[in-house]
Structure formats: C-alpha cells, structure tokens
C-alpha cells in the first residue's frame, strides 16, 4: 500500500519560515493536501490541490510538490501556529501521513 | 456555517456492532462526495470510507472492506457508516468530512469508538 512520510518534529522561531515535508514514492502525481491540527480539535485544511489555500487561511501558509517531495512552508511564523500538521495524498487511495509537530520557539 | 455531528460511537466488544451516523447542516449535502475518517492518540488520520453524491458508488480502505459499509440520505442530510466484525484496531475517533478537490475541507468533531472485551 502507497505510503507517505513526515519528519516527527520541526522547530522554528518567531517570524522565521517553516518548512514541512512530505515524502513518497511519485508524490509529485498525486493530489496533495495539508492539514492544521491543534490538541482536541479537528484537522483543518491549509492548503489543497498542493499550493491552494482555502478562504480564511492566511497567505502565510503556501505549498510546493514535485518529484517525490510535498513542502509545506510557513513563512513569519507566529506562535498560534504551534500545532501538528498532516499531509495527505490524493491518488488510486487516500492516504495520511504521521504527522509533524511544530514547535515555535 | 458547515456543521457536521456525528454520534453513535461507544464501547463494544470485538466481533460486535455499530452503527454511526453524521448530520449535516449549512451546505447542500446532497451536492458533494463525503467520507469516514478515522484517528487515534498520537497517529495520523486515516481515511476509512467515501460514497458519491448519490450513493451509487462507494469506496473503502483495505482494512475495512467487507466489514463496514457506507450509506447516507440526502432528504434526511445524514451520512452512515455500519461497523460489522469489529476488532482492536478499529478503536478510533470516527469523524465525518465533506471533500472537495481531492481533500478534506471541513470535519466533524468526531464520535470515539472502543473495542475491548
């Protein structure tokens, strides 16, 4: 079964950019997703269709995806955007991967 | 505003039953694909199951195939999903999504299901 891989942690200081990746084998085919998820609340889309934000997400979250790399980048990060982040890859099947901590300094 | 509540989650022994059941509310349900996504502490979601606008076609992730089974009502604004042969590893918190443009654009609050003897 198709697989997707994230880096357990990532660590950023305020205002400083963050960078997410997302790992598979020809990611860059598939449709690719990203997902803001704060503790005991639901995931929220960030970023669709790879660089696509959805109404009421700020500019500061875009994305890239080629090859077999998906990145989420978070440019002037603020300290409300401490939270996990999830990629999520669209092909034959749907699939998550395990998730990345962001930890804002 | 798009709400989505899902219930009937519980505490069921294995090779038992459940039945969840999602209303939604603030958009044309009838109009989009749904799915059952599933997640555990500490892990990533994992998508479980979609159905089509109409119910005519149905999708399911390998783990479940032949045990749960998808359906909704589009008079009644619902989506269901039928857990049948339950196991362990089905213990997770279901929630119910609207997709658009291959993601999941807005989630339930979610509905805990534990299997334990």
């Known amino acids: 079964s198709y697989e997707v891989s994230q880096p357990p942690s990532v660590s950023v200081s305020p205002g400083q950019t963050a960078s997410i990746t997302c790992s598979g084998d020809?990611?860059?085919?598939?449709?690719i997703s990203w997902y803001q998820q704060r503790p005991g609340q639901s995931p929220v889309l960030v970023i669709y269709?790879?660089?696509r934000r959805p109404s009421g997400i700020p500019e500061r979250f875009s994305g890239s995806n080629s090859g077999n790399t998906a990145t989420l980048t978070i440019s002037g990060t603020q300290a409300m955007d401490e939270a996990d982040y999830y990629c999520?890859?669209?092909?034959?099947?749907?699939?998550f991967g395990g998730g990345t901590k962001l930890t804002v300094l | 505003e798009v709400q989505l509540v899902a219930s009937g989650g519980g505490l069921v022994q294995p090779g038992g039953s459940l039945r969840l059941s999602c209303a939604a509310s603030?958009?044309?349900?009838?109009?989009?694909?749904m799915s059952w996504v599933r997640q555990t502490p500490g892990k990533g979601p994992e998508w479980v199951a979609n159905?089509?606008?109409?119910?005519?076609?149905?999708y399911y992730v390998d783990s479940v195939e032949g045990r749960f089974t998808i359906s909704r009502d589009n008079a009644k604004n619902s989506l269901y999903l039928q857990m049948n042969s339950l196991r362990a590893e089905d213990t997770a918190l279901y929630s119910c999504?609207?997709?658009?443009?291959?993601?999941?654009?807005?989630w339930g609050q979610g509905t805990l299901v534990t299997v334990s003897s």
């Open positions: 999504a609207r997709e658009d443009w291959y993601s999941f654009d807005s």
């Open positions: 603030g958009f044309t349900f009838r109009s989009y694909w």
């Open positions: 159905i089509k606008q109409d119910g005519s076609e149905k």
């Open positions: 020809k990611l860059g085919d598939k449709h």
């Open positions: 269709q790879h660089n």
């Open positions: 999520q890859a669209w092909g034959s099947s749907v699939v």
